[in-house]
């Protein structure tokens, strides 16, 4: 069995919740692609290649992690790769509920299951969308993100 | 008694749990009008003459099924129309909490009481916004929709 | 169309909030069997004939609502007088879910559907464990209880 | 002790809910600042000037309360003015997933505490969403605003 | 890798919805150990040893299952057999608030994680505990039970 | 202003959780009554004396914290000691959902307002049945419980 998951996101950017449900991934897969969805039409924070790179930067030893993008059906691109199962972690009951929908109707097209993993509890509150918020404002997101992530942050700030 | 009931939604599109609604409603009353609410200011995915039409074709033989639009508030067209009763189908519990606000405000406003039905629980995943998402991106969202919805839906799209 | 529901309910005791929802019942149906559930096996707080007069008491002049007792399980009853749906009452999200799956289960076994009211803001909290709570420690919950049910508690109490 | 709470929020516009849990956060604190927040990209329904003042109105007699405007995080806010807590109302449980969110990043970043009241029931379905949109639509939301409020919003609409 | 994992339950009875996550469990772990927990103070329904055979059943041909009991905490049964992981199914977000609790405690305390699919739609409403209310009033509920289950559920009560 | 509130619970045990609900608590309160909850018809995990003199030893040394017992409604008991709140922590939206019931119904019963602060990330998953759980199988719920009512209850177990 050479098995093969999706961590789909926009990760914009990605957290040190997104890195830990990666690396517990990691037990139950031989590799992860960490697939970063875009859309032409929407404006995102963070550049597309910069979240690319900056994700690649927290896993830099690890060849088991790949990161790519993709525009499209999650289930689309799953297959293309030949991914058998999408990871995702869940947070909250309100994530729960939008996870369920996406992964049942993903079934149902594609056959591909979806692995759920729970955020550790200290990691709960993390999502990304506060994150840009704390960051937009001048705040210290820096304990919400992986020590990579935090100094590439920086770095671009400073550009 | 001539009770009428009003199924308000954009229906964009109409999905077979819209369907299932409807039909297990016509056991609660004795006709029902499908009120498809539009916004000037709002881009929808399919036309409004569409959403409308394709609604029609799902109902063709069922004379106690109306299609009609609106604007503005649901109480002002349900009343104009002279409806005893909003008709609801709920699918999680994210949406009850809306669903609870919206009909306890209307019923404050209006004395138009809601009445909710359950979608089955295989149509519990499906909603318009997911079907928008797969139809946008290429994908076969036919098993989500009603036979007619499908096909035109089809059609339109081979214009 | 002569339309019967059943508003099944252990009813230990009858509330505003159970109240509410029969009155409300009574525009969407002819007649309505409030269903007074017992278990042998388990013991109740206000005794079964008590509850069942109790709530006669409340619908004292209005021939469209009766008050029957059963054992066993709701859709057999509801066949057995010929019931065509199951009225229900939902307060919280945490109901929904609970009544969510007693609906679909009930549906998947006997084709009778489930029609959800909610209850009116002020009804909200009401609930017949907490009202019992309230009474067993002598405290006055008479602002949760319908006219008639309060004068019955207690003239019981009295005895 | 000399207590003071920051009680943010858009106020777009300022409900009876609001009102209530302002009312009430009074038995906790010596003094409430109400801060209007805003952002400069963002369209809001009423003026962030008018939002104010019609506030301050409800509250005219009251030295307790103060009204400000804020751009940015709560949290440097609230340090800015020397606020011991925040204080929220919780309505519904979707409500309090996304309030535990924001409260524990808060406590992370400022070591601010949030303090949750809840809405009493009849207040739970009002939120300024449902309220600007009946607004919109030429409805009748004054039941659901505090009477300086309704007023002030009557003269505006007929400046 | 030699990966096994821990499907922990009462399984009073074991229902389709089990069943389902087990088979797709199996797309994830080279083995699983169903293990029936017992609590020598409480009564079951059915017996421990019939329970145990039943799902024997079951899965009869498959060697990667096994059917094992235990008392007591459900990491100390998992280190003991080696798992590495604890496989879960998630219906409801009722059920996630439980199941994250119980999860997060077992992670603190043993390093084992849990792995969580979701039920497929259809078999969402169905839960041992309505099972068996509806097998105890003599109802039919073979359509929530898998094919063996069911069979020796008959026997049984012919017996 | 000389505020008390009380913390009501069976505290059976008492927990990380609740401790540093009181420690917060007191930032709002001038001093808080912990209320352990008893029923002599119920059987408690831990002697009530024993919980008592326990959460005593926790907060040895500062005098605006007060154990006392009480049967009964919780309202009358705050009444009693003329507590003008009930403070509460809340984890989870199921939580909530109860929380939110209890306080509107001791409101309405009593004017006595209920506070809510939320329970810090890595306490969210630790309550008092999932501890007892593990204390009855003989696991290490040590880091689940305040130093001082670890060494109580090692004492305890060892007598």
Chains 1, 2, 3, 4, 5, 6 share one sequence.
Do not use: C
């Amino acid at each position: 069995m050479d098995k093969l998951a999706i961590f789909p996101g926009s990760f914009d950017p990605f957290t040190v919740g997104h890195e830990d449900v990666v690396k517990r991934g990691l037990s139950l897969f031989e590799s992860i692609v960490i697939a970063v969805g875009y859309n032409a039409n929407k404006r995102d924070y963070f550049p597309l290649d910069d979240r690319m790179q900056w994700i690649r930067d927290v896993f830099a030893n690890d060849p088991r992690i790949r990161v790519e993008k993709y525009e499209g059906l999650t289930v689309d691109f799953a297959k293309e790769i030949g991914a058998s199962h999408i990871l995702r972690g869940i947070r909250t009951s309100a994530d729960f509920e939008y996870e369920r929908a996406i992964a049942q109707v993903n079934k149902a097209m594609s056959n591909i299951d979806s692995v759920f993993l729970l955020t550790t509890p200290e990691h709960t509150p993390v999502n990304s969308t506060i994150i840009r918020d704390i960051l937009k404002h001048g705040g210290d997101a820096s304990m919400f993100l992986p020590e990579q992530i935090k100094i590439n942050i920086e770095k671009s700030s400073n550009r």
